[in-house]
Structure formats: structure tokens, C-alpha cells
């Protein structure tokens, strides 16, 4: 069982930064592979990056490739997601999310078995 807690959300002005965290509980969490989902109002969850169990591999939406970076701290249980450039179009909850018994990064809500409350990110203009 893994939990997930994520942190570091807020309001900031379009070309800002903010820093998500995404603390784990649970054993496995070094060995899954990890993602960032966000959901704005009146609209479907949509993927926006995620990484391999050792933080080697990475892959990005379109829409925040060269913006935004992912991370993670094995030693922590903590997983990052570096937000730069930051248009009001990016307002929306993000998620993170962890896979069970897979160390393979993957692009699909659906193959991710755990996930966070959310954390609301708001962008203005």
C-alpha cells in the first residue's frame, strides 16, 4: 500500500514558478514508477509528466515539455514536479500518482494505482 501527499500548491502570476512535492509512505515506492495528472474545471483528467522508479527516464505533455521538470528523491519517498513558465492555462489540481509493481513509467491514468488528494495550482494573467 502506498499513500501519497502532495504539497506546495498556490496561487502566482503567469510566468512564475512553484515546486509540487509528492510525499510517499509505503515501502514500494522506490520501485514504482511515478506521474503527475492535473484536472482543470469542466474537464478530464490529463497526463503532464512522469518518471521510472530511478528517475532515469522521463516524459512530458506537450503542453509543459521545456516548463516543467520531474523528479524524485528515492531516499525521501519524495517526488517533485518543477514548474517554470507558468501560464494561466496550467491552473488546475494536480495529481500525483504511483504505479503498483511496476517500475516502467507510464502516460495512462489507468495504469496508476494510487494517487494523492490534489493540490490546486492557479495561475493568473
Do not use: H
Not at 510566468?15 to 484536472?39: H, I, K, N, P, V
Request: hydrophobic share 30%.
Amino acid at each position: 500500500q502506498v499513500q501519497l501527499v502532495e504539497s506546495g500548491g498556490g496561487m502566482v502570476q503567469a510566468g512564475g514558478s512553484l515546486r509540487l512535492s509528492c510525499a510517499a509512505s509505503g515501502r514500494t515506492f522506490s520501485s514504482s514508477a511515478m506521474g503527475w495528472f492535473r484536472q482543470a474545471p469542466g474537464k478530464e483528467r490529463e497526463f503532464v509528466a512522469t518518471i521510472n522508479w530511478r528517475g532515469s527516464s522521463t516524459s512530458y505533455a506537450d503542453s509543459v515539455k521545456g516548463r516543467f521538470t520531474v523528479s524524485r528523491d528515492n531516499t525521501k519517498n519524495t517526488m517533485y514536479l518543477q514548474m517554470n513558465s507558468l501560464k494561466p492555462e496550467d491552473t488546475a489540481v494536480y495529481y500525483c500518482a504511483a504505479r503498483k509493481g511496476s517500475a516502467v513509467s507510464s502516460r495512462l491514468a489507468s495504469e496508476y494505482e494510487y494517487w494523492g488528494q490534489g493540490t490546486q495550482v492557479t495561475v493568473s494573467s
